[in-house]
């Protein structure tokens, strides 16, 4: 079996961390897979919305230490430069995870942690089950920290919590999560899937342009100017106005219906 699948239906691309019985941790070829799912879909249109998932009882644990510990992976592999590039490559996946312009969401189920944490954190949105929970880990592990998670959390819950959630390395429940706002929703683990595919479809119907130029605002609006954020709007807005989704939308208003859009 794949160390990651891969599904599509109705628009939404499902990738699904396999390695259960590690749960997920990424080892073995998920990361090589996952990048190069994730760039493949991020410019393929007939994808409207990913979610992102790990088989059985977790999400993902991060690193798969037991092979560091048991020696079956290297500590280090080579120079520390060439494993900083082979790593700085693999993080990739947060990156597009966070970029590509469609929207990403994560289904939480059971524990992410580590660099698992920081894929989750990486998507748009986060919908977890009941037994959802969430560890930085990496100070337990003599680690400082991968895959953007300090990016992603200092901006999700502020500076302060996020020091204190890396320092301590503590593990919070579904409960505290959706507090924080680290879970958009907080639903029952016997509805998680049908919950994250309802919305996933949802926005897979949507329209795709504006989707695109949404997260493009989104991204200046984390790192530039409010004049930047403007400029960036004012172009998207001028592009969606010629849209046929637009088009759609201003007859169904008409018509007083729901707009059909195709995603052009």
Same mark, same amino acid.
């Given at each position: 079996?794949?160390?990651?699948? !891969?599904?599509?239906? @109705? #628009?939404?691309?499902?990738?699904?961390?396999?390695?259960? +019985?590690?749960?997920?941790?990424?080892?073995?070829?998920?990361?090589?897979?996952?990048?190069? @799912?994730?760039?493949?879909?991020?410019?393929?249109?007939?994808? #409207?919305?990913?979610?992102?998932? &790990?088989?059985? *009882? #977790?999400?993902?644990?991060?690193?798969?230490? =037991?092979?560091?510990?048991?020696?079956?992976?290297?500590?280090?592999?080579?120079?520390?430069?060439?494993?900083?590039?082979?790593?700085? !490559?693999?993080?990739?996946?947060?990156?597009?995870?966070?970029?590509?312009?469609?929207?990403?969401?994560?289904?939480?189920?059971?524990?992410?942690?580590?660099?698992?944490?920081?894929?989750?954190?990486?998507?748009?949105?986060?919908? /977890?089950?009941?037994?959802?929970?969430? &560890?930085?880990?990496?100070?337990?592990?003599?680690?400082?920290?991968?895959?953007?998670?300090? $990016?992603?959390?200092?901006?999700?819950?502020?500076?302060? =919590?996020?020091?204190?959630?890396?320092?301590?390395?503590?593990?919070?429940? %579904?409960?505290?999560?959706?507090?924080? #706002?680290?879970?958009?929703?907080?639903?029952?683990?016997?509805?998680? %899937?049908?919950?994250?595919?309802?919305?996933?479809?949802?926005? %897979?119907?949507?329209?795709?342009?504006? $989707?695109?130029?949404? =997260?493009?605002?989104?991204?200046? %609006?984390?790192? /530039?100017?409010?004049?930047?954020?403007?400029?960036?709007?004012?172009? &998207?807005?001028?592009?969606?106005?010629?849209?046929? +989704?637009? *088009?759609?939308?201003?007859?169904?208003? @008409?018509? =007083?219906?729901?707009?059909?859009?195709?995603?052009?």
């Amino acid at each position: 079996m794949p160390d990651l699948l !891969v599904t599509e239906e @109705a #628009g939404v691309a499902t990738l699904t961390m396999n390695r259960p +019985d590690s749960l997920n941790a990424l080892g073995g070829d998920m990361l090589t897979e996952m990048l190069e @799912a994730l760039t493949r879909i991020a410019g393929d249109m007939s994808v #409207g919305c990913v979610v992102l998932t &790990g088989a059985g *009882r #977790g999400f993902s644990a991060g690193g798969d230490m =037991k092979s560091r510990a048991t020696g079956a992976v290297p500590i280090l592999d080579g120079t520390r430069e060439e494993a900083q590039m082979r790593l700085r !490559v693999r993080m990739e996946a947060s990156r597009i995870l966070h970029e590509m312009p469609k929207p990403t969401i994560a289904m939480v189920n059971g524990v992410a942690a580590g660099a698992g944490m920081s894929l989750m954190l990486a998507c748009d949105m986060r919908i /977890g089950g009941a037994s959802a929970r969430m &560890g930085t880990a990496f100070g337990k592990m003599g680690f400082s920290g991968d895959f953007g998670g300090h $990016w992603f959390l200092n901006r999700l819950v502020g500076p302060a =919590k996020a020091r204190e959630l890396y320092f301590t390395a503590e593990v919070i429940d %579904a409960a505290e999560m959706h507090r924080l #706002g680290l879970l958009n929703r907080l639903v029952a683990d016997a509805e998680l %899937a049908t919950t994250t595919m309802a919305l996933a479809k949802q926005l %897979a119907a949507g329209p795709r342009v504006a $989707w695109h130029h949404m =997260k493009r605002n989104m991204q200046v %609006a984390e790192q /530039g100017t409010l004049s930047d954020a403007l400029d960036v709007e004012a172009f &998207g807005m001028t592009r969606c106005r010629d849209t046929e +989704d637009h *088009r759609e939308a201003l007859k169904a208003f @008409a018509e =007083k219906r729901p707009p059909v859009f195709s995603g052009r």
